[in-house]
Nanobody, 129 residues
């Protein structure tokens, strides 16, 4: 049975940084494309970042480009999201997701949450101003 577990969220001041982690079990992690999404209260879940199975190809939402770095360690079955210069608009629950579906080489493809089959329970990030 697949398990996707995020960690690393917390309360941080504006301008600070956080590193989120996502550990996947019960799946052949290296065969899955991975993504980060977030959801603020009263808003739809939105794409943050994603990467290919090897981690060579990465994709970012415009709102986080230049401030976030997504990476993976296939030996540890772990996905990461490094976030810098956080602001109040980054406050949300952050979700890790996995898909084995073939995706085209685009933010549109990797950013489509409907294409992801496995989701974690989320980790809360709160940025205080």
């Amino acid at each position: 049975q697949a398990q996707v577990v995020e960690s690393g969220g917390g309360l941080v001041q504006a301008g600070g940084s956080l590193r989120l982690s996502c550990v996947v079990s019960g799946l052949s992690f290296r065969n899955y494309r991975m993504g980060w999404f977030r959801q603020a209260p009263g808003k739809e879940r939105e794409f943050v970042a994603a990467l290919s199975r090897t981690g060579v190809d990465t994709y970012y939402a415009d709102s986080v480009k230049g401030r976030c770095t997504v990476s993976r360690d296939n030996a540890k079955n772990t996905l990461y999201l490094e976030m810098l210069n956080l602001n109040a608009q980054d406050t949300a629950a952050y979700y890790c997701a996995a898909t084995s579906r073939p995706l085209g080489d685009s933010v549109t493809q990797y950013g489509d949450r409907a294409k992801y089959d496995y989701w974690g329970q989320g980790t809360q990030v709160t940025v205080s101003s």
